[in-house]
């Protein structure tokens, strides 16, 4: 989705995770193998954990290794992005591109947003913090802040331009000063280089305060204190995780490109990665070969949570030699006896698709026989049908708020590694054991609030879960209070770890609440559960022992499927096996299937779990090219795609010919009319005294005839720079993500630019704007396109008018907008199907204010600007103030001017790069 040779990407893998390092270095050695040295994982390795020092350590580590690195490749970037893995791309690449060149210079760091002294309060930047074992602890309270300097601050998910980013890791006083202080500041990230750059002389004005991303924020869900307090000394928040059901409207493609989100924030498949194929589309939508090809199992996930790879790298609450036991005596119940279990490979978690309950592909080795095999196991956890007792569908009341139990999402759930944000299990599959910590979850239903009531925070009434034993005796009662959940969840935590002489079996748990206010609370349902032994004892007590677990893991586990995924000959040296990657199962297998065909398997083809792609290079290719379709269309000539030059020799002794004759032409041009560079106070509108003062600057305008003598030549020559000449083919709408693209072919300075313009659908338009001061040559290349036009009046007819104007107040509409008179010079259609199509002309008086509108999907049209645009002249754009059909060609009308380009026009800038683009090359 974000990957292209021509970028690079530095990926730190956190301290905690060696599974994921590995994964990582395999992908290295995959690019590499094909060529790519665009991709590192960074060797040096943190613990990067919310609101730690070490993210920012990371990020200057990072700055200061690539630029400067030895090797020269990494040194030449223009921006650092920060993306975790939880950030998808909502839009495509080359609307990223697009913007951040747009706005080259800038950094793009988010603001808090309100009051500054509330934002730095809610930090905890008034104390100290250090980063120790893993976890942010508070110190002491801060007693001293650096001199001269306004602290900021806001979101720390940054896109910082080079220079801002070279200016943080250098010896300049300031850099140094910041370095020193925040590492003792909780969440640094959000504040250094906000602080940085206003502090700065250099920088402060370099600030676009959108950061590109958007957060599923939910605040009343995602601000909680207890599920940080493991890693920080404080309160926080962090965003939701998108579900479909609620928040794909706030990624529409529409609603993005506005907002200039480019990148989102959380996506989690474990919770719903319907919003990840749905971004995966839309970032992808001008590379429709690189999006992977429906399939059966375009829906399905699979998360590792275990690989005998990296054995010690298992979520919090799972037990790696339990998992392997679990697995062991899970296949003995679909194997037969005398198979010997060797090892377990790995654990994955799948979910069929986004709503489906997970279940468990467990990946191990065994023998049988001589015959050395990997086989995988599908296992399910049994849904738990609980006892409902006659209080279930009553309604629970609690001041007047009333409730009822929820059961849509099942009865009680119990797991381990419970999201109190997300309201999910993390760690799976859910193995209690008699040492663990576990918590038991429900949903209620508010169902609304009786007369005389008031309406409450609280999602879920006082409740009491009373958890049985084995033997059904009452082993612990908890009571738990109201809860605020935007799903109506309620939860109670046990911690086993913390007691002693837990028995091992089924147990079972009783949720009880107050039914209509009465003083006892009456049994809503209980649910039944298992709990393993986590001893490792043997003898005739653990061979009891092994045979309750594993009537346990038949009742509550059950193996659906088992396949084949190799088979080998055994022989006595371990290592020596004559491997069968496609084995065909026979004797006691027969049944079994081959892995590789069954959807469910983690070997089954999977097309968007491929990277690199199997074609690697052509895909790359195709979006390296990309924003280069305009000169990769289908043309007569030959044209090399490596060095991007033609082989057309006489296309090439034309092309100087033509531009030496131009260059010429418009030196006259410019010089009879007076078209000199104007003066900074020229370059836009201006009133003096009520009335338009004309432009002013360069010498009297010579005669007419001298000017129209030049305007023929170069309308001669714009009539040769046809689509063929131009080596420029039809552009195909469905590559651009913009109303209309800029292509530029090439310039002299303060003579002439040359552009070619296209309109991505019919009815899209460029908006009314004028050239200051300069003439337009206008040649259709593919479609058709009408230009309607407007002239200036002369001078002492455009002053009566706006001194009419003024007396009624309306001269100036809005702040900075200016409303002039002009005239109508009606509409002209040109169309690219014709052989010697007519060019329009825009001088600088006639004609100058125009709008071109497609009249035809995809039409383009060459444009030709005798003076070029430089420092100090500038493009306006304007708005009828009446509609165009309530008047006729030479009727006056006013428009409102300005500066700024309409928030509803976006025009997308591609690279014409041929022999065209030699800018630096000059004709003599």
């Known amino acids: 989705m974000i990957f292209v040779s021509r970028h690079l990407y530095y990926v730190h893998v956190d301290g905690r995770h060696e599974f994921m390092l590995k994964e990582m270095l395999t992908v290295e050695r995959a690019l590499e193998a094909k060529g790519f040295s665009n991709f590192r994982v960074a060797k040096r390795r943190m613990a990067t954990i919310w609101g730690g020092s070490a993210l920012l350590d990371l990020f200057?580590?990072?700055?200061?290794?690539?630029?400067g690195g030895p090797d020269p490749k990494w040194t030449q970037w223009d921006y650092v992005v920060n993306l975790s893995e939880t950030d998808m791309p909502i839009l495509s690449l080359e609307e990223l591109e697009h913007n951040l060149d747009r706005n080259r210079g800038f950094s793009f760091l988010k603001s808090h947003g309100y009051n500054t002294g509330t934002f730095l309060q809610k930090q905890g930047i008034h104390f100290h913090f250090m980063q120790c074992e893993q976890r942010m602890w508070r110190v002491a309270e801060r007693r001293n802040y650096p001199d001269n300097i306004r602290l900021d601050g806001g979101s720390d998910w940054v896109a910082v331009h080079r220079d801002l980013a070279r200016f943080a890791v250098s010896d300049s006083v300031l850099?140094?000063?910041?370095?020193?202080?925040?590492?003792?500041?909780?969440?640094?990230?959000?504040?250094?280089?906000?602080?940085?750059?206003?502090?700065?002389?250099?920088?402060?004005?370099?600030?676009?305060?959108?950061?590109?991303?958007?957060?599923?924020?939910?605040?009343?869900?995602?601000?909680?204190?207890?599920?940080?307090?493991?890693v920080v000394d404080w309160c926080g928040c962090s965003p939701l995780a998108l579900r479909a059901a609620n928040d794909l409207g706030k990624i529409a493609l529409n609603l993005s490109q506005a907002k200039m989100h480019f990148f989102g924030r959380k996506f989690d498949s474990a919770i719903d990665n319907v919003p990840i194929a749905f971004v995966e589309r839309q970032s992808l939508r001008f590379r429709s070969n690189n999006t992977p090809a429906e399939s059966g199992v375009s829906s399905s996930h699979w998360l590792n949570v275990f690989s005998s790879r990296a054995p010690s790298d298992v979520p919090s609450g799972i037990n790696a030699a339990f998992l392997t036991r679990f697995t062991s005596l899970a296949a003995r119940l679909v194997l037969p006896n005398n198979c010997n279990f060797q090892q377990l490979n790995a654990v994955h978690i799948y979910w069929e698709f986004a709503t489906a309950p997970p279940q468990i592909v467990a990946?191990?080795?065994?023998?049988f026989g001589h015959v050395h095999y990997e086989s995988q196991a599908l296992i399910d956890q049994k849904k738990s049908f609980p006892t409902f007792y006659p209080a279930y569908r009553s309604e629970v009341i609690h001041e007047k708020v009333r409730f009822r139990f929820n059961?849509?999402?099942?009865?009680?759930?119990f797991g381990v590694g419970f999201d109190q944000k997300e309201e999910i299990f993390r760690t799976y599959p859910p193995l209690l054991l008699t040492d663990s910590k576990f918590t038991l979850k429900w949903r209620w239903e508010l169902l609304g609030v009786e007369p005389g009531g008031h309406s409450s925070t609280w999602t879920s009434p006082p409740a009491e879960l009373v958890l049985h034993g084995p033997n059904g005796s009452i082993f612990q009662r908890v009571s738990v209070s109201p809860y605020d959940s935007i799903s109506g969840t309620q939860f109670a935590h046990f911690e086993f770890d913390r007691l002693f002489g837990v028995p091992s079996g089924v147990w079972s748990a009783t949720l009880h609440a107050n039914i209509s206010q009465q003083q006892n609370y009456a049994k809503i349902l209980s649910v039944s559960f298992p709990i393993f032994s986590s001893s490792v004892d043997g003898g005739r007590a653990w061979n009891d022992e092994l045979q309750q677990q594993q009537q346990m893991i038949a009742d509550f586990f059950p193996v659906r499927d088992v396949c084949i995924a190799t088979k080998s000959a055994a022989s006595p040296a371990a290592n020596?096996?004559?491997?069968?990657?496609?084995?065909?199962?026979?004797?006691?297998?027969?049944?079994?299937?081959?892995?590789?065909?069954?959807?469910?398997?983690?070997?089954?083809p999977d097309d968007k779990s491929v990277f690199p792609p199997a074609a690697g290079q052509q895909r790359v290719k195709s979006i390296l090219l990309l924003r280069e379709l305009v000169l990769m269309a289908s043309s007569p000539h030959s044209v090399d795609l490596n060095n991007r030059r033609t082989t057309d020799k006489m296309g090439i002794i034309k092309w100087q010919k033509l531009m030496s004759d131009l260059t010429l032409s418009c030196s006259r041009l410019i010089s009879v009319e007076g078209?000199?560079?104007?003066?900074?106070?020229?370059?836009?509108?201006?009133?003096?005294?009520?009335?338009?003062?004309?432009?002013?600057?360069?010498?009297?305008?010579?005669?007419?005839?001298?000017?129209?003598?030049?305007?023929?030549?170069i309308r001669a020559i714009a009539t040769e720079l046809n689509a063929e000449r131009l080596r420029f083919g039809p552009i195909n709408p469905s590559a651009l993500w913009a109303s209309s693209f800029c292509a530029p072919v090439y310039e002299q300075k303060d003579l002439f630019e040359m552009h070619v313009f296209g309109l991505r659908f019919s009815g899209h338009s460029i908006p009314l704007h004028d050239h200051p001061r300069m003439y337009g040559f206008i040649r259709p290349l593919y479609g058709r396109i009408r230009i309607s036009s407007f002239s200036w009046l002369e001078p002492e007819e455009e002053q009566r008018l706006m001194i009419a104007e003024r007396k009624q107040s309306r001269t100036q509409s809005a702040a900075g907008v200016i409303r002039r008179p002009v005239r109508y010079a009606g509409d002209l259609i040109l169309d690219g199907a014709c052989t010697n199509p007519p060019i329009a002309v825009v001088e600088p008086n006639t004609a100058n204010i125009h709008s071109i509108e497609a009249l035809e999907d995809g039409a383009a049209f060459f444009d030709l600007l005798v003076p070029g645009y430089n420092n100090n002249r500038s493009c306006n754009y304007y708005n009828l103030s009446e509609d165009k059909a309530k008047f006729g060609i030479g009727d006056f009308v006013w428009l409102e001017g300005s500066e700024d380009v309409p928030q509803n026009f976006s025009m997308q800038q591609l690279e014409f790069d041929s022999f065209l683009m030699s800018s630096s090359a000059r004709f003599e």
């Not at 200057?60 to 630029?67: G, P, Q, R, Y």
């Not at 250094?192 to 370099?206: D, G, I, K, V």
């Not at 059961?407 to 759930?413: F, M, N, R, S």
């Not at 370059?683 to 129209?708: C, F, M, T, V, W």
């Open 60 to 67: 200057l580590w990072t700055v200061a290794e690539t630029v």
């Open 175 to 230: 850099s140094s000063q910041m370095r020193i202080f925040f590492p003792s500041v909780l969440l640094p990230l959000e504040s250094f280089f906000h602080t940085l750059a206003l502090n700065s002389a250099e920088f402060c004005q370099r600030i676009v305060r959108p950061n590109l991303r958007f957060t599923n924020w939910r605040r009343r869900q995602g601000c909680r204190c207890a599920p940080l307090k493991p």
């Open 363 to 367: 990946t191990f080795s065994f023998e």
């Open 407 to 413: 059961d849509t999402a099942g009865a009680i759930q």
């Open 576 to 604: 020596d096996r004559r491997t069968d990657n496609a084995p065909t199962a026979v004797g006691p297998f027969s049944n079994f299937a081959n892995c590789s065909k069954l959807p469910w398997s983690t070997l089954f």
């Open 675 to 713: 078209l000199g560079p104007p003066t900074a106070a020229s370059s836009s509108i201006q009133l003096n005294g009520g009335g338009r003062i004309r432009p002013k600057g360069g010498p009297p305008p010579s005669p007419e005839a001298d000017a129209h003598k030049c305007v023929n030549e």
